[in-house]
């Protein structure tokens, strides 16, 4: 699908539109409470554009909010690299086999 998404009837349909920030196809987002906090992360920031008519800045508060964290999963494939392909416990062909 290229363009954007057509609006869903009885949905909000708002838009949050991110950049690639480090020229690496992600987005990038860090969590900013406390470590071992209770609950999802959570980025805050101020998103400035250009207003369309006045040409004034426009200053927009964002939060995003997720679960999960990206850095568990590149802690696993770091641990992973230290083994060998033979010292796998599971052999490919085992993985992909119907129960």
Known sequence: MWGPPKDVEGKCNAELHIADDYGDNHATMKCQ??????????????????DNISHEPERLPIT???????????????DMSEYEPDECDVDDDERYQDD
């Open 64 to 78: 995003i909010t997720w679960e999960g964290d990206a850095r568990m999963e590149d802690k696993l494939l770091d």
């Open 33 to 50: 409470l406390e470590p071992g906090h209770a609950g999802p992360h959570r980025e805050d920031y101020t998103h400035t554009e250009l």
